[in-house]
């Protein structure tokens, strides 16, 4: 249970951390490390260096731009599920930050570093992609983009972000209709067997399953079912559509399938009340 | 890792080492007041903040208040999660003075005790609350 050798360097700003991942080929950006570090220990991932952003000053604020809330990468999951701003403007994210591990774990992880790490089982992935958020990534020479949820989980542990760039801001709206929020373990602190996230926006309904694929996904069908006018029950008999559940020692697919169904009439149900 | 800084480097070998994989929360220390697994902590994650163990809590000879309520309340049966049950109570109380005892069990989340003995871990953990101590 020892990480392989690696060198080690604290960054004070992004730009030193885009340099730092331009020079070192393998290196990984270590925030609250809670994804990382156990990964380390059982010697699945090897990085050659370790780029520790967790002190970068202002990275970690949660503040409103216009008609978003813009939370730092570095906000730790206790800091958004406390945060007055995410409870009353955007109380799906809040709600689900608190959630994710135990208190401990949400004392140091971060709510970037969950993302980045493209977790398909991960509770925040699937929460940001049903509120369609928008993250913002710094590259070379200083230079800012956006991508959106939809674009932004590529595959299993991996996102649209490239190799040197760093995931500074996660964008999400402000304001928000009726929300949902369900995972379903067996015991306190287990990964979710399957999640369920839904958002009522814009007159329709986005919803996201957690740990029925190789990333995040959107679940289209039941999206597309209810604007046809189905009904919540017949909308959610189609959650398993276009689904590759995984098959573990905790689960089999079919029977993430089905549960899949399940939790989604029940998130309609809460999220349309 | 944090913890074997600790237990190696500076003999400080009440805090456990579980699961060793953030499981457990037999390694739960405190980093600047607010409880963490330092299983899963670069010690050069800690540099130049405050950590707090299972140590440091008494005070000039006088047990913390939640060590003495583990003690009246036979808090503990084997007694190996136990430093990381009071560290990961003391941080959950100063966010919460005043739990009920359902907002203590869930507050225990991220710590297990091998002996099952939760009913008195709650119990010693809602009498310091109470401020009995």
Redesign the interface.
């Known amino acids: ?1 020892i990480p392989a050798p690696f060198d ?1 360097v ?1 960054v004070a700003s992004v730009d030193e951390a885009v340099a730092a991942l331009s020079a070192n080929d393998d290196a990984k950006l ?1 925030a609250g ?2 994804s990382l ?2 990964a380390m ?1 059982l010697r699945v991932a090897r990085p050659s260096t ?1 780029i ?1 952003i ?1 002190r970068i000053d202002g990275l970690s604020a949660i503040r409103e731009d216009r008609d978003e809330a813009v939370i730092g990468a570095l906000a730790r999951h ?1 800091d958004v599920a406390n945060d007055p701003l995410l409870q009353s403007h955007c109380p799906i994210v809040a709600f689900a930050a608190a959630q994710i ?5 949400r ?2 992880g971060t709510i970037g570093g969950s993302v980045a790490h493209g977790d398909p089982a991960g509770d925040m992935p699937a929460v940001l992609l049903a509120l369609g958020a928008t993250f913002v990534a710094t590259g070379a020479n200083g230079l800012t983009r956006r991508i959106e949820a939809d674009a932004f989980f590529t595959g299993l542990f991996e996102t649209a972000l490239a190799p040197t760039e760093v995931l500074t801001e996660i964008r999400v709206p402000k304001s928000i209709g009726g929300w949902s929020f369900l995972k379903f373990n067996r015991r ?2 287990d990964w979710a067997l399957v999640g369920v996230s839904a958002v009522r926006a814009d007159g329709g309904v986005r919803v996201a399953l957690t740990n029925m694929g190789l990333t995040p996904l959107r679940s289209l069908a039941v999206e597309e079912a209810l604007a046809a006018g189905e009904d919540l029950a017949a909308a959610a008999a189609r959650a398993d559509e276009n689904t590759a559940p995984p098959d573990d020692a905790f689960a089999s697919p079919d029977y993430r399938r089905a549960l899949v169904k399940v939790l989604t009439k029940r998130a309609l149900e809460e999220a349309m009340a | ?1 944090l913890v074997y800084y600790l237990r190696e480097h500076l003999g400080l070998t009440g805090t456990n080492i579980g699961c ?4 457990c ?1 037999a390694c ?1 220390v405190h ?1 600047d007041g ?4 330092s299983c ?3 010690a ?2 800690a540099d130049g903040r405050a950590v707090t163990t299972i140590e440091g809590m008494a005070r000039d000879g006088e047990l913390h208040p939640l060590q003495a309520a583990f003690h009246r309340n036979h808090g503990l049966q084997c007694g190996y999660c136990t430093p990381g049950m009071i560290m ?1 109570a003391a ?2 109380l100063i966010e919460n003075p005043d739990p009920t005892e359902e907002e203590v069990r869930g ?1 225990l ?3 297990l005790c091998r002996c099952t003995g939760y009913h008195n871990i709650v119990a010693s953990i809602l009498d310091a609350a109470r401020g009995s101590a």
């Open positions: 249970m080690y604290r270590l490390g809670h570090l156990p220990r370790l520790d967790g206790h591990g135990d208190p401990q774990v004392h140091v306190a602190q | 890792m060793d994989t953030s499981s929360g739960t980093l607010e409880s963490v697994k899963t902590m670069l050069v994650q990961a941080s959950y507050s989340e991220g710590n």
